[in-house]
């Protein structure tokens, strides 16, 4: 079984502040572990994986992750939000054996005070 | 690549009628996805296809939706007798044979809204 908890469904951050968006993933065998963004109205995108190769992820858009086992975390961060930050972000995971779908998190609603 | 590409991005029916909703995945991928996004909600997974077969379907998946990848390439999700609770975004992804956890693409969606 694979789950995954996204601590805090909205997150506030001023324009040029760090960004740190939380997950916790639950998964008996090694995940994969994904960080996905999504616009109003549209698809996801993703931002960076996790795929058992070096702990610390980097992404598009100047984010990065970083994979914790100790933890069982794989929070997102990102030095200075920008406005064009805002939106949903959804943790995923899926096991890097057996089980081939990905599993989401309920999301975080990032928002940017300008 | 051209992405993943779903159609209609919109529908609106009434109670009861049957919908069908269309994806075309990247090319050269055999893996192909149905999920359903709920307002406040990330997407929960419906069912997934390698090629032409049907591998899993979810117990989200009723008697009422059906979905088909004929050819192993496009795929159609079609819900019958629609009910209120069948409004949703209904997102189709893609990717290649799993290796070492390979990138499911997703695409725009389909909203569904049943009045």
């Known amino acids: 079984a694979q789950s995954v908890t996204q601590l805090g469904s909205h997150v506030s951050v001023s324009e040029g502040a760090l960004v740190l968006l939380r997950c916790n993933y639950s998964?008996?065998?090694?995940?994969?572990l994904f960080w996905y963004v999504q616009y109003p109205n549209q698809g996801l995108q993703l931002l960076l994986k996790?795929?058992?190769?070096?702990?610390l992820v980097k992404g598009i858009n100047g984010f990065e992750a970083e994979f914790k086992k100790s933890e069982t975390s794989f929070h997102l961060t990102k030095p200075s939000a920008h406005m064009s930050d805002a939106a949903e972000y959804f943790c995923?995971?899926?096991?890097?054996?057996?089980?081939?779908?990905?599993?989401f998190g309920t999301g975080t609603r990032l928002t940017i005070i300008p | 690549d051209t992405g993943v590409s779903q159609n209609p991005r919109h529908k609106i029916t009434k109670r009861g009628q049957n919908v069908t909703f269309r994806c075309d995945p990247i090319?050269?991928?055999?893996?192909l996805y149905w999920y359903r996004q709920t307002l406040g909600q990330g997407p929960e997974f419906l069912t997934y296809?390698?090629?032409?077969?049907?591998?899993?379907k979810s117990r989200l998946l009723s008697d009422r939706f059906s979905a088909e990848r004929p050819k192993g390439s496009f795929s159609t999700l079609e819900i019958q007798r629609t009910e209120q609770g069948d409004s949703a975004m209904y997102l189709c992804?893609?990717?290649?044979?799993?290796?070492?956890?390979?990138?499911?693409?997703f695409g725009e969606g389909s909203w569904l809204t049943v009045v």
């Open positions: 090319s050269e991928h055999n893996r």
């Open positions: 998964s008996s065998v090694p995940p994969y």
């Open positions: 996790y795929t058992s190769a070096a702990t």
């Open positions: 992804a893609s990717s290649r044979d799993r290796t070492s956890g390979n990138t499911i693409y």
């Open positions: 296809f390698q090629n032409e077969a049907q591998l899993e």
């Open positions: 995923a995971v899926i096991s890097s054996i057996g089980n081939e779908k990905l599993t």
